[in-house]
């Protein structure tokens, strides 16, 4: 089973997105308390809530500019270190498939691929450190190991699993980038909710292709 | 709060672009001297917009509370307070900042402004002697703004502010303790708690871990061991001057920061080291924490100079 996506799937994940943030805010906000200000799952809200409306005011976008010009909007409402990582990495993705009007799974480990390099270029960080990378690298890895003999479906549930263990690992992590640096033993135990976003993000696309593919 | 600002001293300030979150002087842009540039999350009052006038900023952009402004903020204002001789950012050490800036810095360079950029990075407790520049910048910006301002009105080139800048940075140095936390709007939890009888010695101004929690002691035994520190840093020898910054981290009344200006200057009248110029206020906080923090910064006639020159701001006035 082959997966196709058009702009039409693109904008709905977006506004499944702007559902699942709306929804774990508060999560994501207590996460964030324990090792930083507490207002993580506040902010990813403003911007998935943002690129949303933007959409609603610019329905035809192609699905490059949906990402990069949506990204420029996160950044724009939300500034934050999540926001321009979150920029970086969406304009990274919009140029990888640059005037393709539609994507398959090879082009979604592309955009992966190639927002993960413009995450750690722009964060200087790597993983390992407690960031959305620990998520976002191990789900890139089940991506890799798709070729034309695996099932797409099987890979997308992988990619899923993958992003949900990495979080997981981040509880055994300390922090070492980024203000949550400065929370190093308290951080010992507590998932990043960088890396919880990362894995939310991933869920949020791979449910949507699994239920609609 | 941005448009209170903005009411409150029409004369002063004024939007870039019409965007209320990027703030100018009100008769930016400045043609013939180096502009300055600054910005950070919402919270810290009168950091930053408090201090964009004549002698200090050109320019601020402001994010949401504790959160960087963006990029694209950043950009916007500094093509807005260009005055022809290239633009100076100058910032706390945070990762989200220098990422927004950093990415603004590479678009305004692509459109022929040069940039040059500057972290203030004062706060002891973050880091220790020999990695300095891992360390948090804290009240420490309003003496950067200070230098940065008074040597730009010289109209000096980019360069030379920066070399003078950097140059008063190594002679700054502070550190805080807090007694409670703060709320960020929204986020509806403190930013950390602490125990009744607690303090945090080295406290960050988003509730950074510091240096240790310990048993609270009365104001002169905290000030004592916080000038202690201060001055293992940054050793300043017998008649020597320095300019002291005591300042609220917000909830603090201006009484208890006298109690501990009284008992620096104390100790400086024992070790025979000369207050120049102190200053004692609200000037870098953290929303409504209490707790206070010590900046020292050791003169030399030319800083003693610069610290002399006029400024005109919302929340500093002299000359």
Known sequence: MNIILHQEDIKNIIVKLDDVFKKEKDFLNELDSKIGDGDH??????????????LEEYPDLKISDILIKGGFRVNEITGSTIGILIFSAMKAAGLAIKEKESINIKDIQKMLQDSIQAIEKRGKASKGQKTILDSLIPALESL?????????????????????????????????????????????????????????????IGDYILKNQ | MLEGILNAYPNLLKKANGEIRTITRADSPVKGKVS??????????????????KGLLDGAAIGNVFASPSMNQILSLTKAVHGGKGVLYLYGNYSGDIMNFDMAAEMAEDEGIKVKTILVADDIASSKKGNEQARRGVAGLFYAYKIAGACADEGVSLKEVYNTTNDALQRIRSLGVAISSCTVPGAGKPSFSLGKDEMEIGMGIHGEAGIK??????????????IDLLLEDLPVKQDEEVSVLVNSLG?????????????????????????????????????????FSITLFKLSDKFKKYLNQPVWTPFVKEG
Request: glycine share 10%; charged share 30%.
């Open chain 1, 144 to 204: 890799e190991e798709n070729n034309d003999e695996t099932d797409d479906i099987s890979t997308i549930k992988r990619m899923i699993k993958n992003a949900y263990d990495g979080a997981e690992s981040t509880k055994n992590l300390e922090s070492q980038i980024g203000r949550a640096k400065w929370f190093k033993n308290r951080s010992m135990g507590v998932m990043d909710p960088g890396a919880y976003t990362g894995y939310l993000i991933l869920k949020t």
């Open chain 1, 41 to 54: 799952g506040l902010t990813m809200y403003r911007g998935t809530n943002a690129i949303a409306q933007y």
């Open chain 2, 213 to 226: 929690r310990e048993k609270r002691k009365s104001a002169d035994e905290v000030t004592e061991d916080m």
């Open chain 2, 36 to 53: 300055i540039v600054t910005g950070g999350g919402s919270g810290h009052l009168p950091v930053f917009m408090g201090y964009v006038g």
């Open chain 2, 251 to 291: 909830a603090t009344p201006l009484e208890e920061l006298f109690i501990i200006y009284r008992k620096i200057a104390n100790i400086f009248e024992d070790k025979r080291i000369k207050i120049y110029k102190p200053y004692v206020g609200r000037y870098a906080t953290s929303l409504e924490m209490a707790g």
